[in-house]
């Protein structure tokens, strides 16, 4: 291509530029007109995400698996909030009955009893969650991540206490996250969580991916029961947070087994 129709080229492409803003239609010469690339949001989050792990610290992933001791097992078990909740449903409902029995009031019991059932949903899941998680700790993909859309989701729980209508608002936030899989693949991924502090305090952010399945993960710093591990594969736990989990399973358990066992006793009387 000779100057000329370098030039040629270039008022062209001006003409078309100049129309496009004076929302002219381009005619059918000028739509043949090579046009600029136009990166998609994809494609632009991905280059931000390359540019941020080139600075990022190297990640270790040879001391497969990790060591995690069983204490710091029953502690993330009884860290999660399923479990949590499930402490508080069956110690409300045990005392319940307790009082029933005692008070010799059948009904109150059977009544308790109806209720505590709900609690095995939770008691699952936080069993369920805890050992997916140390599953992870143990045996996951360190990887870095990067949340760059945080959308927060508002529920409206509704109640009624004392005659009186009640609205509760609980909100949790939807993360859009990329990462780098064990075969070297750039995914997205979508998580709701209850605080989106922890994982977009920084520019990067620790997290475990399964190698035989890609697409289940787990931020590193949303590990319950005060389970922590760094860039290294050194895995660490809160002594007081561990300590937390175990009373928190210790009391969801023996409250489910006094609702398990208070309406057998009142057979048996």
């Not at 059977?110 to 936080?126: D, E, K």
């Amino acid at each position: 291509m000779d100057r000329r129709q370098l030039k040629q080229l270039v008022r062209e492409y001006q003409k078309e530029t100049r129309l496009a803003k004076s929302g002219e239609p381009p005619t059918p010469e000028e739509r043949l007109l090579p046009r600029p690339a136009v990166k998609t949001a994809r494609e632009q989050n991905m280059e931000v995400y390359r540019r941020r792990i080139r600075s990022a610290p190297p990640i270790l992933n040879d001391n497969l698996p990790r060591q995690v001791s069983d204490l710091d097992l029953l502690g993330a078990i009884g860290g999660t909030y399923a479990m949590f909740f499930a402490m508080l449903w069956f110690g409300f409902l045990g005392g319940l009955m307790v009082f029933g029995f005692v008070a010799d009031q059948t009904a109150v019991v059977l009544v308790a009893l109806g209720f505590a059932v709900f609690g095995l949903a939770p008691l699952w899941q936080g069993f369920a969650e805890g050992v997916r998680s140390v599953r992870l700790l143990r045996k996951g993909f360190l990887t870095w991540a990067w949340v760059h859309d945080v959308k927060p989701r508002v529920i409206v729980v509704r109640s009624r206490s004392d005659g009186e209508d009640r609205e509760e608002q609980i909100t949790t936030y939807d993360l859009t996250f990329m990462y780098t899989s064990p075969s070297g693949q750039l995914l997205m991924a979508d998580l709701n969580v209850r605080s989106s502090s922890p994982v977009t305090d920084e520019e990067l952010e620790l997290l475990l991916c399964d190698p035989d399945m890609p697409s289940r993960v787990t931020f590193a710093d949303l590990l319950p029961g005060g389970l922590r591990i760094n860039s290294h594969g050194q895995v660490s736990a809160a002594p007081s947070q561990t300590l937390l989990g175990l009373l928190t399973l210790a009391v969801a358990l023996i409250a489910a087994a006094v609702c398990a066992c208070v309406p057998v006793m009142m057979l048996l009387t």
